[in-house]
């Protein structure tokens, strides 16, 4: 069997097993974000932080809850850090740098993950256990809640009402993150990932030295990992340690969840405003950018060039025999499109069109499936964009479910559109200009000016991923790269939530024979044109600058 059929049939497969996923799951989120019953576990949350479930939120103290929450998260994190050389299970690592110790907690609470750390030669039991992992589910859950708050605004009429936030976190952790994360991590310790607490303990000479192992809460930690989108890994290979990730059997499951909820999303989004077509629009311009950026992503690094790619099969450098280019790749664009950052492969090795396939599928504001809320919040925002061009074509006021599109929805859309670019170019630009920043650059040239690209594009898109070629851990990349994680995760969501706001406070439209069917294989290819020239007027300059041009030099 070759290696392309192989990755094929692992394609294939990964589609089947989202298919038989998809309606089940997407049932359950909208009965969990429907439902009126608070189970006794929630109850007692509640009154432990003060909350009513049951008191509706307009978007104003929504958002209050969203920012006032992970505000807290980013304290708690980062003041764990700060004194984990005083706490039982430290196996004796010291306190976290000041710069060190904000990036990461900006990074966790905004769902991005990115490390500038080697976390078994950094983190603890109790920070990685008590900490990362806890924020892995917390963070994912925000996520979650500003996207069912936005549904809402679709679905609700005359009424300024989103929900309740602290609601909508504790059962989106409760019952629909916790579970499956028992059940992955359940699978993942059957595939051989470790799950133990064990310390320090020397495993044989490597390089003339001994080499030294702790163990950790493993496969515990990389479920809602990849459940929920966020990709911080417990060693500093992330999920290419065979730890994480044993063999091609746990690779593909990994790549299922980070996968599961972004989609499963859209039938919830369907069921929410009452047509299951209207999920099924965003699921068919969903699943084609990511199906056509996988078969991309196999072909560039598939392609023979030379008798090194000739021997090889293909551009094997960075990546793990045990999953191949095929594995690899189609991991690198799962966790590129939605806003995980897991990695199994080195990105900086891929070939210069496969770093900028990897970069793009960010740049695209992971909305393919995207990240676990912010995947689905983040295309209903392009939804909305398409539906005005739409509008413009035709000389009539856009709508979209039932809603007019009119001046203060598009100046909140375009305002979402407009942040992660302003971050991701400004900062970049910043570190190029400045003389410090560019001696963090392991390579110079195109690749080198990519590294700080991705860099900033994984940060202000709440990716985490790295190129792996940039040396991170100074304090003008944590601070701007933290900075960049916290702009690029919560200003968009204050948009999100405004745009919510008005339109839950609309009478709904009645359809006419001149309305626009957002239902339909049109729409959807609209959407999909939508995506694409907006990211690529956007973004090109920069990326003729790095990876368009490695690629078109090799």
Not at 255 to 275: K, Q
Not at 295 to 314: K, Q, S, V, Y
């Amino acid at each position: 069997m070759s290696s392309q059929f192989a990755g094929f049939l692992q394609l294939t497969a990964l589609i089947a097993a989202l298919a038989l996923a998809y309606r089940p799951l997407g049932d359950h989120m909208a009965k969990v974000y429907s439902s009126e019953k608070h189970y006794k576990p929630e109850k007692w949350i509640y009154k432990a932080i003060g909350a009513n479930p049951a008191a509706e939120m307009r978007w104003p103290a929504y958002l209050r809850g969203v920012l006032a929450f992970s505000a807290v998260s980013v304290l708690f994190l980062y003041l764990l850090q700060r004194i984990q050389g005083s706490l039982p299970g430290s196996l004796g690592f010291s306190s976290i740098d000041p710069d060190q110790a904000f990036n990461t907690a900006a990074s966790f609470a905004a769902n991005t993950n990115w490390q500038s750390y080697s976390g078994e030669q950094a983190m603890g039991h109790v920070v990685q256990t008590g900490g990362l992992a806890v924020q892995n589910f917390l963070s994912a859950a925000v996520g979650m809640a500003v996207a069912v708050a936005l549904v809402r605004g679709f679905a609700r009429s005359r009424t300024g009402e989103l929900g309740n936030f602290w609601a909508d976190l504790v059962r989106g952790t409760l019952r629909i993150l916790l579970p499956i994360s028992v059940l992955g991590a359940l699978v993942l310790v059957a595939c051989g990932a470790i799950q133990n607490f064990s310390g320090i303990h020397q495993v044989g000479q490597f390089m003339g030295g001994t080499q030294e192992w702790n163990g950790g809460a493993v496969a515990s930690q990389e479920a809602i990992k990849e459940l929920g989108t966020n990709g911080g890994g417990y060693f500093n290979a992330n999920s290419a340690h065979p730890f994480e990730n044993p063999n091609p059997l746990s690779n593909l499951f990994e790549i299922f969840l980070i996968l599961l909820i972004p989609f499963a999303l859209t039938r919830t989004f369907g069921r929410m405003v009452g047509s299951l077509k209207q999920g099924y629009a965003i699921l068919g311009a969903m699943a084609v950018i990511w199906i056509g950026f996988s078969a991309l992503m196999m072909w560039t690094e598939f392609a023979h060039r030379g008798p090194a790619f000739e021997i090889a099969g293909g551009a094997m450098e960075g990546k793990e025999t045990r999953f191949g280019i095929a594995g690899s790749s189609i991991f690198a664009v799962a966790t590129t499109l939605t806003s995980t950052g897991a990695v199994n492969s080195f990105h900086s090795s891929y070939t210069g069109f496969g770093g900028g396939i990897a970069m793009l599928g960010m740049q695209l504001g992971e909305i393919a499936p995207g990240g676990v809320g912010s995947g689905l919040y983040g295309m209903l925002i392009m939804a909305i964009i398409a539906v005005f061009i739409a509008g413009l074509m035709v000389g009539r006021t856009p709508e979209y479910l039932g809603k007019k599109i009119g001046t203060r929805q598009i100046k909140f859309a375009a305002c979402y559109i407009l942040v992660t670019p302003a971050l991701v170019l400004g900062f970049t630009a910043a570190a190029m200009a400045l003389p410090t920043p560019a001696d963090s650059m392991t390579n110079s040239g195109a690749h080198g000016f990519s590294e700080i690209l991705y860099a900033y594009t994984s940060g202000a898109n709440n990716n985490g991923s790295a190129f792996a070629g940039l040396n991170a851990d100074t304090p003008w990349f944590n601070t701007t790269i933290g900075i960049a994680m916290l702009l690029g995760r919560f200003l968009p969501m204050v948009f999100v939530l405004a745009l919510a706001g008005s339109l839950a406070e609309q009478r709904p439209v009645p359809g006419t024979a001149g309305t626009l069917r957002t239902d339909q294989p049109l729409y959807a290819g609209l959407l999909v044109g939508t995506i694409l020239i907006i990211t690529g007027l956007t973004y090109f300059p920069a990326l003729a600058l790095g990876p368009l041009a490695e690629g078109l030099a090799s």
